[in-house]
T-cell receptor, first 113, second 112 residues
Framework: DTAVSQTPKYLVTQMGNDKSIKCEQNLGHDTMYWYKQDSKKFLKIMFSYNNKELIINETVPNRFSPKSPDKAHLNLHINSLELGDSAVYFC????????????FGAGTRLSVL | DQQVKQNSPSLSVQEGRISILNCDYTNSMFDYFLWYKKYPAEGPTFLISISSIKDKNEDGRFTVFLNKSAKHLSLHIVPSQPGDSAVYFCAASNQGAQKLVFGQGTRLTINP
């Protein structure tokens, strides 16, 4: 049973479209994250939620909007997709008090054409 | 400004020998360091970590060394096995900040 699961695994879409990526964790963790891995392979944090509250919001265009319906889910909605949004997006989760060990999903490869 | 750097994009090691992966950081506020391993089409998997109050942490074949004065850490894998072939990411955090800052990764290839 996958601990952190993301859907879809691949997403190909046209510029200007709106798309969502879903993430669920069954580890009972209270904190969830979205990371972006760009073409240079850097993994950079975008957002962090703790118990459904936004904790970290890095310098991300406001076209990106995370939504956490409950502490086991953190979805990422992207409006008006641009070519530069093409990347692999990783969801992760962790538990406060257990260091900063984060557990990652398998990633969603987004290609904007 | 990249606060965590892995200057070797790739490393090739013979099976059974030692693999040494290096990582440098610039932010002196970092107090917790982690290594992740990543296979293609999978997410990073936690491997081993070290707190800044230690200079060494060992887990089986994996040992992480931390040199705070040099702002440098390294991961030693001995003996190296073919299944160790993967991309290794170094990450750092300030325990109060909850976010990880990653290096750009080193691709390790273990040759039979």
């Amino acid at each position: 049973d996958t601990a952190v699961s993301q859907t879809p695994k691949y997403l190909v879409t046209q510029m200007g479209n709106d798309k969502s990526i879903k993430c669920e964790q069954n580890l009972g963790h209270d904190t969830m994250y979205w990371y972006k891995q760009d073409s240079k392979k850097f993994l950079k944090i975008m957002f962090s939620y703790n118990n459904k509250e936004l904790i970290i919001n890095e310098t991300v265009p406001n076209r990106f909007s995370p939504k956490s319906p409950d502490k086991a889910h953190l979805n990422l909605h992207i409006n008006s997709l641009e070519l530069g949004d093409s990347a692999v997006y990783f969801c992760a989760s962790s538990q406060l008090g257990q260091g900063n060990i984060q557990y990652f999903g398998a990633g969603t490869r987004l290609s904007v054409l | 400004d990249q606060q965590v750097k892995q200057n070797s994009p790739s490393l090739s090691v013979q099976e059974g020998r030692i693999s040494i992966l290096n990582c440098d950081y610039t932010n002196s506020m970092f107090d917790y360091f982690l290594w992740y391993k990543k296979y293609p089409a999978e997410g990073p998997t936690f491997l081993i970590s070290i707190s800044s109050i230690k200079d060494k942490n060992e887990d089986g074949r994996f040992t992480v060394f931390l040199n705070k004065s040099a702002k440098h850490l390294s991961l030693h894998i001995v003996p190296s096995q073919p299944g160790d072939s993967a991309v290794y990411f170094c990450a750092a955090s300030n325990q109060g900040a909850q976010k990880l800052v990653f290096g750009q990764g080193t691709r390790l290839t273990i040759n039979p």
